[in-house]
Nanobody
């Protein structure tokens, strides 16, 4: 059974840093990619970042230069999202998503591209 589990998150002040991680398990497929999405109250879920097994990455314009997605090179089934220079508008529930495939999809920021989801973790940034 495929499982996606996030950890990390929490509350910080604007300008500070935070990291979240995600583990994808339950599949023996050789390729996959994992993405981070977020949803703020009253807003639609939006793609934040994604990475495939070869390390190709995607970032939303709103987080470029501030967020970094990386993966555990040993297992390649754990990804990390390092969030620096956080802003109050980054406040949201952050979800990890995954799919077994060899490379990033044509629309890596589209939630419909990912069938497997974690429960989400809260990130709160205060001004």
């Amino acid at each position: 059974q495929v499982q996606v589990a996030e950890s990390g998150g929490g509350s910080v002040q604007a300008g500070e840093s935070l990291s979240v991680s995600c583990t994808f398990s339950g599949t023996s497929f050789g390729g996959y990619d994992m993405g981070w999405f977020r949803q703020a109250p009253g807003k639609e879920r939006e793609g934040v970042a994604a990475i495939d097994k070869d390390g190709s990455t995607y970032y939303a314009d709103s987080v470029k230069g501030r967020f970094t997605i990386s993966q555990d090179n040993a297992s390649r089934k754990t990804v990390f999202l390092q969030m620096n220079s956080l802003k109050p508008e980054d406040t949201a529930i952050y979800y990890c998503a995954a799919e077994a495939r060899w490379e990033l999809p044509s629309r890596p920021g589209d939630s419909n591209e990912y069938p497997y989801w974690g429960q989400g973790t809260q990130v709160t940034v205060s001004s």
